[in-house]
């Protein structure tokens, strides 16, 4: 069995939930995180820019920060949401760090370099789709003898995530280029944390202090609620290798990006995710509880 890394991009916006994929992703003994990119979404790109930085900082992440798209493809930005606080990760108190550099500077041409040095990589999109879509669009059919596979966190045949209502250009260049792993948005709403488990947790190196004060910052700003794992569902499928199921006539709504499952042109895989008991077991053993 093979003990080679798998080399992820991690393209989001900046959001608690990220912060959840990034504490994952930047311990697992299984991936080598070689970029983050940052993107317009839940916040704008500056906040998003700059939450990642701190993300990186807070953990003493060794990667490379490239900042990307700050609007759709089409030039539209959506309406900040607020679920997670003006800051987009609820007053989280988190080491300080140089301020980011927040103006895109080639970045598609200097993030096709950082894949072609590497042999295969997962692209993993959090946020909505419009930097792979613009890397798509620089790098051409060249990019997929690179690109292993794509994870996306999204909507489903019954329900629509904003990430695909952000750009859904962009969600169709995805689309119409690769059939991408997508985390539907029924198991984002099903897959969550209890306070009590974050309450029991105990460990005092830097990632697990970075995870606990995400996850209580969200229990403080949001009382009576579960946590979603959200965006970290991407890293545990890839380092857990769930089972997937090739779903295929799949359409896409122009206006909301809702995936359609009538005679489309587009096909995606679908993941079986485990219980959520057994989740919450395997994000302990990642962040070495």
């Not at 550099?101 to 370099?113: E, G, P, Q, V």
């Not at 952000?166 to 709403?189: G, M, S, Y």
């Not at 947790?201 to 606990?212: E, R």
């Amino acid at each position: 069995m093979s003990n080679k890394k798998i080399n992820i991009i991690l393209d989001n916006d900046g959001s608690s939930d990220d912060a959840i994929a990034f504490a994952l992703a930047s311990n697992s003994s299984k991936i080598n995180l070689i970029a983050v990119v940052s993107s317009y979404g839940s916040n704008t790109i500056e906040i998003n820019t700059n939450n990642n930085a701190e993300y990186i900082s807070a953990t003493k992440t060794d990667t490379k920060l490239y900042i990307g798209a700050g609007a759709s493809l089409d030039g539209k930005t959506p309406a900040i949401n607020l679920f997670y606080g003006e800051d987009n990760k609820c007053l989280a108190q988190l080491e300080k760090h140089k301020s980011a550099d927040t103006k895109a500077k080639n970045i598609y041409k200097k993030l096709w370099k950082k894949i072609k040095d590497h042999e295969k990589v997962t692209y993993v999109v959090t946020g909505p789709c419009t930097n792979l879509a613009n890397l798509i669009y620089y790098a051409g059919a060249k990019l997929w003898k690179h690109i292993d596979e794509v994870v996306i966190v999204g909507g489903n045949p019954a329900k629509s995530a904003s990430n695909f209502h952000a750009d859904v250009r962009a969600l169709k260049t995805v689309l119409d280029n690769c059939t991408p792993t997508i985390v539907t948005q029924d198991a984002t709403e099903l897959l969550v944390l209890q306070k009590s488990e974050i309450d029991n947790l105990q460990g005092d190196k830097k990632v697990q202090k970075f995870f606990k004060e995400i996850c209580n910052s969200y229990f403080t700003f949001k009382p009576e609620t579960t946590l979603a794992i959200n965006d970290g569902l991407t890293i545990l499928y890839i380092i857990y290798k769930y089972t997937t199921e090739t779903l295929t006539n799949i359409g896409v709504d122009n206006t909301t990006g809702k995936l359609v499952k009538e005679k489309g042109q587009y096909s995606y895989n679908n993941i079986s995710f485990p219980s959520k008991e057994d989740i919450a077991e395997q994000i302990k053993s990642i962040l070495e509880f």
